[in-house]
């Protein structure tokens, strides 16, 4: 019988989308706030208030998404006779997937980006590399995954 194995798991991706996006509406913001050429005067203070806008929500979506993924939260998990894990990256959602029920397992990867996929019935899990602690904990993660599938297709 298989031990059962746990890998913290975090998704950093949409923490850096808020952050670049927030930085692109707060540049457009404050060049907007300075250049009053490109508004007609009328509408500097709704870009005003926007700039201010931005300066406040901003940083609270940041430190709300980073509180959220700091959080003891969610895990992947193999145990006898399954995977318990979120089918990607920004879902809180948990699938448990039957190791005799996976069709593929397969790692892409493109640029720096390295991701495990698992294809089961009708649907694929996508775990990204940054999403664990380490290089070294998705290695385990692939290789005692690859184990456990094939333990139970020659057992099945």
Known sequence: MSERLEFSYRSWGMVLTVVCVGVMIFG??????????????EQIGLIRALVVLNLIVT????????????RAGRVIVLDADAIHA??????????????????RIHVT?????????????????GI??????????????HAELMKRVQEAQDNG
């Open 59 to 70: 940083p609270l979506i940041v430190w709300w998404l980073y509180r959220k993924e700091t």
């Open 128 to 141: 990204p590399r940054s999403g664990l602690e380490s290089d070294g904990a998705f290695n385990q993660l």
């Open 28 to 41: 457009f913001t404050v060049s907007s706030f300075f250049d009053t050429h490109i508004f007609p005067a």
């Open 109 to 125: 990867q493109f640029k720096s980006n390295t991701s495990l996929h698992i294809t089961h019935p009708g649907k694929e899990i």
């Open 86 to 103: 979120p089918p990607h990256g920004f879902s809180r959602q948990i699938l448990r997937v039957p190791y005799d029920t996976i069709e």
